[in-house]
């Protein structure tokens, strides 16, 4: 993978700076409001959508000749869902952020 997008992945998967998978599974676990159940289940597929690459892709020798084709269009598909799915990560804990943010804001007036 080239580095650039290897850092672009970890920043996606990132709500809060660079963080490990460790650190992210220990926020997720504590009373944080994010990241939530969306972003969760937006890592979850994004991990789905890469183990499904890994098969696919492990799939492609003489042995399986005869699904080769599928193989490779699951590879070339899977790979543009997974990066999807890591920016909707992101997307879902910013949006929650800002609907938090304006929870705060006053509401002294109908308008408000």
Do not use: H, W
Request: hydrophobic fraction near 40%; proline fraction near 4%; charge should be negative.
């Amino acid at each position: 993978m080239q580095e650039d997008r290897k850092s672009e992945i970890i920043r996606l998967l990132s709500t809060r700076g660079y963080m490990t998978v460790e650190e992210l599974a220990a926020v997720t676990a504590s009373n944080a409001p994010a990241p939530g159940g969306g972003s969760i289940s937006a890592l979850a597929g994004a991990l789905a959508a890469g183990l499904a690459s890994m098969v696919a892709s492990l799939s492609q020798g003489k042995k399986y000749e005869a699904v080769r084709p599928r193989m490779e269009e699951l590879v070339k598909d899977l790979e543009p869902l997974r990066i999807q799915l890591l920016k909707a990560m992101q997307d879902d804990t910013e949006a929650f952020n800002l609907y938090m943010q304006a929870l705060t804001m006053p509401k002294t007036t109908e308008q408000e």
